[in-house]
């Protein structure tokens, strides 16, 4: 009996025809492509449990972190004129998203989405800005370590100096904190950001702020015990410049090869504008 799957990446039409073809009198038989759409779209975004993507129960991928569509997937071939696509939760096999596509279609897109691990909605919430302040919360993701960390603002005072191999001397760091032993896993409360001023200790200086990760119980900076591989890029309040915002941090610390890491990071209030 010959066995038929409805749709699948056009990047991935040879391997799954082959490996769901059969044969007949000996010669291998794959499905006829009725048709191939063009603009397939997916995006979202995944934590805390993988989501795997299924069209008519054959398996194709996972999604963890960013969803979206890379150039090679944006298109979908069909056998037959309808198909269906779920998306399951890894951990317990639970379909928590469904969608049917039709060859009729122009476009076949599926709607923005953010699974927190448990549940599946159209879109990541947040508060609205109130006034001037700025405010933000945190994730850390237990894929990057188990350990309590602490996230602060740190104002930098240095000089520079091209004779030196880094030329950038700091001189002295005044910390202000922003969320303490925060457990991987967990979102955050949102926190109030100060406004990040500190007085130079010395003439000739300037200060920079930079928002850094740091191990709780060490206090060693989180990534490669490095400063510059543990700053994560935030918009910094500023006295009198800056109207209210809200940001959401997703942090994973991911490896860079066998010996070094790379911390990930991405603000979920830009890739959920309201």
């Not at 996230?151 to 303490?180: C, F």
């Amino acid at each position: 009996m010959i066995k038929t799957y409805k749709i699948i990446y056009l990047a991935a039409i040879l391997p799954i025809l082959l490996l769901y073809s059969c044969q007949k009198d000996g010669v291998h038989i794959t499905p006829t492509i009725k048709a191939i759409n063009k603009n397939f779209s997916i995006s979202g975004f995944v934590l805390g449990d993988t989501l795997e993507q299924y069209f008519d129960g054959v398996k194709m991928r996972d999604y963890y972190g960013q969803v979206r569509v890379t150039y090679n997937q944006n298109q979908m071939a069909f056998v037959t004129d309808e198909v269906n696509m779920e998306l399951r939760k890894k951990s317990t096999g639970e379909t928590v998203y469904r969608q049917k596509f039709s060859i009729k279609d122009e476009e076949n897109v599926v709607p923005k989405f953010y699974f927190n691990g448990l549940q599946f909605s159209n879109g990541y919430t947040y508060p609205a800005p109130q006034g001037d302040d700025y405010t933000a919360n945190f994730y850390v993701d237990k894929k990057g370590g188990a350990g309590l960390v602490d996230i602060n603002i740190e104002v930098l005072e240095y000089y520079y100096d091209s004779t030196k191999p880094d030329p950038i001397v700091v001189v002295n760091t005044t910390v202000l904190p922003l969320a303490q032993n925060v457990k991987p896993g967990e979102w955050t409360p949102y926190v109030k950001m100060p406004v990040p001023v500190a007085t130079p200790q010395q003439s000739g200086t300037d200060l920079y702020p930079i928002v850094v990760v740091r191990d709780a119980q060490t206090k060693e900076y989180y990534v490669n015990k490095n400063r510059d591989y543990s700053t994560i890029n935030m918009e910094l309040p500023y006295d009198g410049v800056s109207p209210g915002k809200v940001q959401s941090m997703y942090m994973n610390k991911k490896p860079a090869d066998a010996n070094s890491f790379f911390l990930e990071y991405l603000d979920l209030v830009q890739l959920f504008p309201q």
